[in-house]
């Protein structure tokens, strides 16, 4: 066992911070220099956290290096789009024969339909797919097309969800969310969930969920939960979107697949462009068919890279080569065993720790379990997210400030039992401060 820390959380975590300036000069010099051009250094506000992110020079497999020289194994994995690792051979592959080809053709390839008739095929909702760049694009045309289909204005939204960077549901929201009326109900409530949505009824254009929280803390829907809305958007005449730009790598058919629920529209993204810029949304041939641009009230949808040459060539060599059904169910079982590994420690400990998601994506949290919706977890004090970040990265494994932690298909059972050993080194070290 560890030796145990007689600290409070507060010295704890500025003794780790001070460990982990030293280890990145580089990476803090990076940051400073960076902040000339960009406000806070930064681009993407989910890669930042104080004192400064560790920049990562490369990436190989499920490992990363950054520009100190540190090797870590990878859970970050891109936030799910990196699903395929850094280096799948047949990614490569094939984004070097399409760059081969050249990359920006101003016209339809040989790649696109043929992804498209693959993602169609794969997921039960889907009947008619189009392409974006980005998770945030196909919800944001999704919600839109959703308005235009049902010629109502109101779009319903899950507390603690999120849909891109115009579609923040956590917290307060954010005053930069797109300018739609939302109507904001509680994860997981199927009562307060089905009494909003009968009071909204003669405006309510969808209700937009993922069916599992991602960036909200990996917290599963229940499956009464998501048939209840499938049931009340019907009956209300309103669309059910569900957003599985991250879950849907949870099972061969989706998340929505596996749980035998189906949206009339569905969002995708993340993986499915191989670990290149990608979106999709798609659904019911009698919404999406309205984008037929051969159609006298077509709705047009534009986009200069929707059908980029690289995005479609790795998406297409990923689901044809190496993502097959039993590969994705083993990844996502050896997801679950860790989980349970992890909570099993947790529970042997006795600690106010808890491990929530599914499959492939997982979720810390610094309360006790179960945790149903993003308020059982609102009281939980960050500082202990920072501390396990800094602990993970301190023992080479590089994890998001948030507790969220994602597999990718190179990690083997190596990786995985050094990752558990790590974490529950880690709850030996802090367990009087946890319980
Ligand atoms: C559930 C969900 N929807 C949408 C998005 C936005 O996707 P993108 O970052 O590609 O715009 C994300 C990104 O993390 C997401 O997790």
Redesign the pocket.
Known sequence: MASQRNLDLGTALAEAERRFVDAHPHSARRHRDAGRVMPGGNTRT?IYYPPFPVAIARGEGCHVWDIDGNRYTDFVAE???GLYGHSEPAIVAAVKAALDDGIVLGAPNRYEARLAELIVDRFPALELVRFT???????LMAVSVARVFTGRSKVMVMQG?????V?IFSGNGSPLNAPFPFVVVPYNDVEAARAAIRANAADLACVIL?PM???GGCIPASVEFLAMLREETRAAGALLIF?????SRLAPSGLHGALGIVPDLL?L??YLGGGL???AFGGAARIMERFDPSRPDALGHAGTFNNNVLTMAAGVAGLTQVLTPERLIAFNAGGDALRARMNDAIAARDLAVHVSGRGSMMNVHFVRGPVRSPADVASASKDWLKLLQLEMLARGYYMTFRGMLVLSLPHGPAELDGFAAAFESILDEYAPLLR
């Open positions: 989910v936030y799910t789009a760049n980005s998770g945030t694009e196909a919800n969800g999120y849909h891109g960077g579609f993922e929280l991602g960036g957003d599985e730009v991250m879950t969002t993204g993340k810029s990608f979106g």
